[in-house]
Structures are given as C-alpha cells and as structure tokens.
C-alpha cells in the first residue's frame, strides 16, 4: 500500500491556452486588469534544483502533487521535464489538461508501466471549445489513448451557464465515446470577495440542471459550497500546501501571505512547516473535494474517499482509475500523518496570530515564555527579525534575562516565510544557532 505524506497543488507559470472558454479565471483577472498576463514564465529554477528540493527524503516520503497553469499545463516548455523527475522519485503526479496536446500525452503512455502508474490526467472536457475548434475526435483519441495505456484519468466538464444549451448534446457524446457520463466541477467567481457560484441561475435550479450527471464530485462541492471553516484546526501548511513552480513559493494555501518557505532556494534546508490553524483567510474551502476528501485536512470532518468522487466504470468492467491511484484515493494524506497535539496547536494559532498582526492570548504568552525559559538554561537567546512576532516578543518578553549568561549563542529568526533566505546570511556574521520560531516550541522540548 502507498502512504502518501502531503499533497502539493502546484501552480505552473503558464497562462498560454489554445482555447478560449468563458469561464476561465485567466479570462476574469483579464476584464479586471484589462491586459492578459504574459503567456508563460520560465522557471526560476533548473527542474534539478526543482526536483531536489520535492524528493521524498526531505519531505518525509512520497508525495502526490497535482499540476495546473492558468493555461493549458502542458504548453509550458519546461513542465515535461520536472514531471519526468517527479515520477523518477516515486511521487504521483496528476496533470489538469484540455486533453489536445498529443505529443505531451503521447510521453506520458510511452513511460515505464510502473511510472505510468503514477500519472493521472484530469481531462478538462471544455466540450464548446472542442467543438468550435473541430478537436472532439482528438480529444477522445487522447483519453482512450490514455486509458489504454494504464494511465489514471477523469473527464470533468465545468458545470456552467454556457454550457446548459448544449447539455444533451454533451451527454450522447459521453455515452458514444466513453460509455460513461463525465464528472462535474463547478465554476466560480475568483475576483469577487465571496468567491461565489459564477452562475445566473437561481441556485436551486442550478443544482437540478446539473444533477442528472450524477456526479459525485460535483454533489460534494455543493454540499460544502459556503462553509467558512476558521472555527476548525486546518493542517493546510504542513499536509496540503500550494506551490508556484516559477519561483518555489510554498504556501498554507491559496493566498500569498499563506507563505511557508521558499523551497526551491536551499534545498538542504529543511522545510519548516506551520499549518493554518484557526486562522483560515476565505470565505470557504471552494477547493472541499481535495482537502477533505483527499487530504483530511481537518481530520474532524466526515467525507467521502477522494476515488468515490473521481472513478467511473466502464460498461466493459475497466475504470477510470487504475489500482495504484485507486490505492491512493481510497486513503486520506491525514491517515498517515500524525495530528498534533492540544500544546502544539496552541503554540501554531500564537505564531499565526503574531503573523497576522493579532494579539495572541495568555495561553501562548505563557507558552512562549516557558519554551524561551527552557532554551535560556543552554543558550542566549536573540530574537532576528523585522515582522510583528519580532515586536511582540520584545515588547512582552524580558529577552535580557533570556541572554543574561556566557553560553552557546542562539538567534530565533521570526520571519519564517524568508527564513531559508536569511540564514545562511546570518550565518556567516555569527556562529550562533539560528532556527526558525515555527520550531521553537519541539526544539524546546
């Protein structure tokens, strides 16, 4: 059985496409710049620094990482590269495509049985686009091409307004050329606040419209649509994460501020992981399917295996998704993973709340100061930084008496998100042991 430690959402820098849908959210952020983004970005990186710096040895084992540009994925010039690498390390890696470039698919089934085993491909059925542009007959090639060659796959149409019209159509096509209907997946408002439904409809009619799908990855985003979850302890940031593979930003999440580390800089560094806590930035998880289903983020919530929202079965007794990914979608990342305990939630929420400009309570106060304490009776200790933690804690803390003796000296960096960056800066001022304040409660101990 595959254990997998975290899954990485991976953005990549390409907002190039061959095709031109009207829900797409490179689409929205255009009407709101009023320009479109560069067509892509090369990687700041070599994929061999890329790829070190994701190897399972420093990530506590093999992971599942999920492959998305703003564009179409596989037209970025250096994305077949990094996942070769990928799956050469044991990881998994799924891609989201519109299913039409042939010679990145074509690769892809041409890989050794045991690394095709490892690659599924979300096949974005944009039936409209593939219409117009007379690229129907291709895209079914490629999904069955896939499919015979062992590869794990969905096909997935975004349940929207324009789309309604052609909903028939759309149906007989699947049940011709797949003998399945596809998967649903909702189509939403990234530029505004709520981040809500980007439908016309009245939600009712919405929701009956696109039941007869029966899709149940389109039933579970519904059922979750709208629920703010800061009142739960979330693990995003140390078993699910964002990362842009332009320049190795790892995120809790979607959000900039949600920064962790910059990864791909030092890669002998190890990762420094603090998850979001309580402190949850969005109106709700709209991305609910792969954090709780997959991932268990918040392990209190009940849901579905991620295989029961992603399989299909063909009338000639095959799915969609082949043993090893079956293997994996029938587990959550929380099932393999240790949760923490009341202590380190309490110290992670504090280090949250200094980082989002908040007053942490007494409890961490008095945490803090017990883990400064403990430090202090090997160690001076120096507090580096220029952020709110920095401030806080010299503001409430005697840091004299923590740095009142002739022992081994110690910085406590408390940018976190640059502390990869500024170590071995400091290091070569000083021969003091510099760590991170994210770890300062477990070095404490």
């Known amino acids: 059985m595959y254990k997998i430690k975290r899954f990485f959402d991976c953005q990549v ?36 620094q890329m790829a ?27 994305i077949m590269d990094f996942i070769d690498l990928l799956l050469k390390q044991g990881h998994f890696v799924s891609i989201v495509s519109n299913g039409t470039v042939t010679t990145a698919i074509d690769h892809l089934c041409s890989l050794d049985e045991e690394l095709r085993s490892h690659v599924f491909i979300k096949f974005s059925f944009h039936y409209t686009e593939l219409l117009k542009k007379n690229m129907l007959e291709r895209y079914f090639d490629n999904v069955h091409k896939a499919h015979n060659a ?11 307004d324009g789309n309604v019209p052609y909903i028939e159509d759309i149906k007989k096509v699947c049940m011709e050329n797949l003998g399945v209907l ?55 940031g140390v078993w699910s994460f964002n990362l842009g593979l332009g320049n190795g930003r790892l995120k ?25 806590g309580h402190f949850c930035s969005f109106p709700h998880c709209f991305n609910s399917h792969v ?39 029938s587990h959550r990342v929380c099932e393999n993973n240790t949760p923490y ?41 120096s507090i580096y930084g220029d952020n709110n933690a920095a401030e806080w804690i010299n503001a409430n803390l005697d840091m004299k008496k923590f740095a009142a003796g002739d022992k081994e000296k110690m910085t406590i960096v408390t940018n976190f998100s640059d502390f990869a960056q500024i170590k071995p800066e400091l290091g070569r001022e000083s021969d003091a042991e510099i760590i991170s304040i994210v770890d300062v409660l477990s070095r404490s101990r």
């Not at 039933?219 to 649509?225: F, I, P, S």
């Not at 289903?293 to 992603?310: H, K, M, N």
């Open 13 to 48: 820098p390409v907002n190039l496409c061959n095709f031109e849908c009207d829900y797409c959210t490179v689409g929205q952020w255009k009407l709101v710049q009023g320009k479109g983004p560069d067509k892509y970005t090369p990687f700041k990186f070599p994929v061999e």
């Open 291 to 329: 954090f709780d289903c997959l991932c268990g983020v918040i392990p209190e919530i009940s849901s579905p295996y991620y295989i029961e929202l992603r399989n299909r079965v063909l009338p000639d007794g095959t799915e969609w998704i082949k043993p090893a990914y079956k293997d994996i979608y």
């Open 52 to 78: 070190a710096a994701v190897r399972p040895e420093r990530l506590g084992g093999i992971c599942a990482f999920n492959l998305c540009g703003n564009g179409e994925t596989f037209l970025h010039p250096q």
């Open 341 to 381: 305990t009341e202590e380190e939630k309490l110290y992670a929420d504090g280090v949250m709340r200094l980082q989002n400009n908040m007053e942490p309570d007494e409890a961490f106060r008095t945490l803090i100061t017990d883990c400064f304490n403990r430090l202090a009776e090997e160690k001076d200790i």
């Open 150 to 160: 062992g590869l794990s796959l969905t096909v997935e149409l975004v349940a929207s």
């Open 182 to 236: 596809c998967h649903l997946t909702d189509p939403r408002a990234n530029t505004t606040h709520d981040i809500r439904h980007l439908t016309e409809m009245p939600m009712e009619e919405h929701l009956k419209v696109w039941s007869q799908f029966d899709s149940a990855l389109f039933d579970y985003r519904q059922a979750t649509w709208g629920q703010k979850r800061d009142k739960d302890f979330c693990y995003g």
């Open 252 to 276: 809790q999440c979607y959000r900039n501020s949600d920064t962790v580390q910059f990864i791909f800089d030092n890669v002998d560094e190890p990762i420094h992981f603090i998850p979001r």
